[in-house]
């Protein structure tokens, strides 16, 4: 039996991070049907992100079962930079900084100096991970531009939003140094 903190969420220790395997992907994709307004992907994509891209992929589980996820991949006309597809967390673990520690890990897991920028695309109305971004930039003490990348035209007759590209960086080492400290270690 788990530990458990005083709002009955166990300790934020408990939690382990490594990169995805194909596993992971069917359980990826029920996270984030559990976690709008985040979009669904098909569970084929998920897996397919756990395969090829699972070096630049990192979850988060909890005796066994997947509390979190960040799934990225490296722009091929941007080597410095790493694009984040797509974060999610358990309700089970919201109000820990999880989300914070994926993106660390995910820092982390990669080549010292091999990340420069990190960008993410964001709809307007997705405040936590506006959020969640801009916390993430602050702590490294580095910018966090936002833009405009896709108009809501972009999307066809749909209702979608249009995407704002959050662009962090840039990110040295000392600025991944400063944020282990400020997040604690994993």
């Not at 597809?85 to 089970?92: C, G, N």
């Amino acid at each position: 039996m788990s530990t458990r903190t005083q709002d009955g969420k166990p300790p934020a220790s408990s939690i382990s991070f490594r990169h995805p395997r194909i596993g992971d992907g069917a359980p990826m994709l029920e996270l984030v049907k559990a976690s709008p307004p985040l979009e669904p992907n098909t569970c084929y994509a998920y897996l397919l992100l756990c395969h090829h891209f699972g070096d630049t992929c990192i979850v988060a589980e909890h005796e066994g079962d997947l509390w979190g996820f960040v799934v990225g991949y490296r722009p091929p006309k941007e080597p410095d930079t790493l694009f984040v597809w797509q974060i999610a967390v358990s309700s089970k673990a919201r109000g820990q900084g999880l989300g914070s520690r994926l993106l660390r890990q995910l820092l982390e897991s990669q080549p010292a100096g091999s990340v420069r920028y990190l960008t993410s695309t964001v709809t307007p109305g997705n405040e936590p991970s506006l959020r969640l971004f801009h916390s993430f930039a602050e702590k490294l003490g580095v910018p966090c531009e936002q833009s405009v990348l896709f108009e809501k035209t972009a999307f066809g007759q749909g209702e979608h939003e249009e995407e704002h590209l959050l662009r962090i960086g840039p990110i040295n080492s000392e600025a991944r140094t400063t944020d282990q400290s400020k997040t604690g270690s994993a």
